[in-house]
């Protein structure tokens, strides 16, 4: 029977922003352009870093193009379809694609909070124990730390998708966000799924929360340790724009995902926030705030023949 049940349900129809065709219309082009800059942001900070010598051999840099990398993959798994649909009005999603969609968004979305705390362990080495960073933060261990990050997204997404297709689907199947997640998926599934959502929320609420604790305990620990004011200065340049992308991520994440899968009036926007907003702006935070960034993007500019204003 509840075989049967699932294969009811075929397709899902994703909640829009508006009914008023102008009004997507002007919205498809806004977040056309957001995707544009996501895509030019990122792609120009693993270019540069790749064709720079002295970022390319430095643990950071090369963690940070894992990271532009992995904001690509995050910002493709929903925007495009989100585009799409603000052509069309049916946003109709095939019950295959959208499980897809949401195994995808978890591979990579886990995968990105596991490098982010990678990335303030590596600011913690170099900051706390700078004469034995360059042993302990070597290339194969970046490697072996990047591709435990992505195995750990891995096992996360592959938990939560098979936790959602055992599901059946026979009633409802109007999605209340603009792409398919967990929360909003679990939701329409006609059997009662309170020990799902346990499950669940200790899950991706748990991977969320303690990785922002790590995250910020690991910064804490960085400005407890450094005594002079010139230290502590040079710290927070350094870690400040992890910090700001540490935030515009695990914030939105942990509203979403660290409570019972009830639904709130903003929880759409917050999606935009760390779906669409937080890809695009982690390019520009790193590069306004980083010299040595901008001046290897210089460098890039000056061999390509075109000129760069300062």
């Known amino acids: 029977m509840d075989?049967?049940?699932?294969?009811v349900v075929t397709d899902f129809v994703l909640a829009g922003f508006s009914q008023t065709p102008s009004t997507e219309a002007g919205l498809f082009v806004l977040f056309l352009f957001f995707y544009v800059s996501t895509w030019v942001g990122n792609v120009l900070?693993?270019?540069t870093v790749a064709s720079d010598n002295y970022l390319n051999s430095s643990p950071m840099y090369f963690l940070l193009g894992n990271l532009s990398f992995l904001d690509l993959c995050y910002s493709t798994v929903t925007t495009p379809k989100l585009l799409a649909d603000f052509l069309d009005n049916d946003k109709l999603i095939h019950y295959d694609q959208c499980i897809a969609q949401l195994f995808f968004l978890h591979f990579v979305?886990?995968?990105?909070?596991f490098l982010l705390t990678v990335m303030a362990y590596d600011r913690y080495v170099a900051i706390c124990r700078p004469l034995h960073y360059t042993t302990i933060m070597s290339r194969g261990l970046c490697c072996v730390l990047v591709a435990a990050s992505w195995m750990g997204g891995f096992v996360h997404s592959t938990v939560q998708t098979i936790l959602t297709i055992r599901l059946p689907f026979c009633g409802p199947n109007h999605v209340d966000n603009f792409f398919c997640d967990v929360p909003p998926v679990i939701k329409l599934a006609?059997?009662?799924?309170?020990?799902i959502e346990l499950l669940m929320v200790s899950n991706s609420g748990l991977i969320s929360t303690s990785s922002f604790v790590v995250l910020v305990s690991s910064y804490s620990t960085i400005l407890v340790k450094i005594r002079s004011k010139e230290g502590r200065r040079k710290a927070l340049s350094t870690c400040g724009s992890h910090l700001m992308v540490v935030t515009l991520f695990f914030g939105p994440c942990i509203f979403i995902y660290a409570r019972p899968f009830s639904t709130f009036s903003v929880d759409k926007m917050v999606s935009v926030l760390y779906n669409v907003i937080t890809p695009m702006m982690n390019p520009l935070i790193y590069t306004l705030r980083n010299k040595e960034v901008k001046s290897a993007i210089q460098k890039l500019w000056d061999?390509?023949?075109l000129t760069w204003k300062k």
């Open 109 to 113: 979305g886990a995968a990105e909070m």
């Open 3 to 7: 075989e049967n049940q699932t294969e």
């Open 45 to 47: 900070i693993m270019v």
């Open 190 to 195: 006609c059997t009662d799924t309170f020990v």
């Open 303 to 305: 061999r390509s023949g």
